[in-house]
């Protein structure tokens, strides 16, 4: 049976994806910062749901070392976005590197963390949720300090791409679409359950050739 391991899990796409995964039998570690909250997922039956905050640096490490099969998939879903956003002239500027520590430190640590479980597996995936805002190609005006941190994930997924072909391990970014969550709003295009359903299919067909890509939530690619 395989394993999935989600951070973010709590709501939107990690909780979805979580939903999704255990219902077609994978063993599913939820993570998420207050599980005593958290009523949703700890509903969810065959997930068994951690306490976890990814930016806890020692944290991660403790709870890479509680966990001892190996993991076939590793999502990296937590994430946040500034708000309201800031720019020229108003920067948050902690704010700001609060964001780097959420949706760019904390998938580096996470793999790096998990390597050896993700070594040990069949599978060997790991893919960061990332976003289109994130592709330096095809980028408009404003949210700098959001796209900044997104796009340095970018980064983060093809050097690690490489870095872990010997391994055997893809990685790659994923964007899970304009999603109606607390994030995306409810004017957003498609539901968590589409996003995630889609993603799922991505990871299904994900070989090597996968490997340091950008692709979104439909499995097209996107440009860097």
């Not at 207050?34 to 749901?49: F, N």
């Not at 937590?78 to 948050?92: I, K, S």
């Not at 899970?176 to 990871?203: F, L, N, Y």
Request: glycine content about 10%; overall charge negative; hydrophobic content about 45%.
């Amino acid at each position: 049976m395989p394993t999935i391991l989600i951070t973010g899990a709590s709501r939107g796409i990690g909780l979805e994806s979580a939903r999704q995964y255990a219902a077609d039998g994978w063993t599913v570690l939820a993570c998420c910062r207050t599980p005593d909250t958290a009523s949703e997922l700890k509903a969810i039956g065959g997930v068994s749901v951690h306490a976890l905050d990814v930016t806890d640096i020692a944290a991660v490490d403790g709870f890479a070392r509680s966990v001892n099969q190996p993991i076939d998939v590793l999502m990296n879903n937590a994430g946040q976005n500034m708000r309201p956003p800031r720019g020229l002239g108003d920067m948050d500027y902690a704010a700001w590197s609060d964001l780097f520590a959420v949706n760019t430190l904390a998938p580096f640590k996470m793999i790096e963390a998990f390597q050896d479980h993700l070594r040990r597996s069949d599978r060997k995936i790991v893919l960061n949720v990332s976003s289109v805002m994130g592709s330096i190609a095809d980028t408009s005006g404003g949210h700098v300090a959001y796209r900044s941190t997104k796009a340095a994930l970018n980064m983060v997924t093809k050097v690690l791409a490489g870095d872990l072909a010997g391994d055997g391990i893809i990685v790659f970014s994923i964007h899970p679409g304009w999603v109606r969550t607390d994030m995306g709003g409810p004017s957003a295009a498609i539901s968590p359950e589409q996003s995630a359903a889609g993603m799922k299919k991505v990871v299904e067909s994900a070989g090597a050739g996968a490997s340091g890509r950008f692709f979104d939530w439909d499995g097209h690619t996107i440009a860097w």
